[in-house]
């Protein structure tokens, strides 16, 4: 249960935080899943098809390309996190007019 412990206590307010920040948050966030799944980052790069170094290198600096990123979630099997991930929400009538019926461009 130690883990949960480590995700709870990191969260941090995306709305505040700076690139970095958000970029370390996630990064400790799918470290906490590696260690939950009781993998090292050896293993964690077998399954990714990815380096040992790309690993660390995610983990300690929050930096890697958007494959590697989609890499290490399809990994450690958290793809069901990304259905989510980046959906336009309407907020109103309009909103959802306009989503389902996006404003052509004007013809100049």
């Known amino acids: 249960m130690k883990h949960n412990f480590i995700l709870k206590s ?13 970029a370390k948050a996630l990064a400790q966030r799918l470290r906490a ?7 090292k980052q050896g293993d964690l790069a077998a399954r990714a098809g990815i ?21 290490i979630v399809i990994a ?17 009538i309009a909103q959802m007019e306009q989503m389902e019926f996006p404003v052509r461009q004007r013809a100049r």
């Open 10 to 22: 990191k969260i941090l307010d995306f709305k505040m935080a700076s690139q970095e920040e958000i």
């Open 33 to 39: 899943h590696r260690l939950t799944k009781n993998l």
């Open 51 to 71: 380096s040992v170094g790309t690993v660390k290198n995610l983990e300690s600096s929050g930096q890697a390309s958007i494959e590697t990123l989609i890499r």
């Open 76 to 92: 450690l099997d958290l793809t069901q996190d990304l259905n989510t991930l980046f959906e336009t929400k309407a907020r109103s």
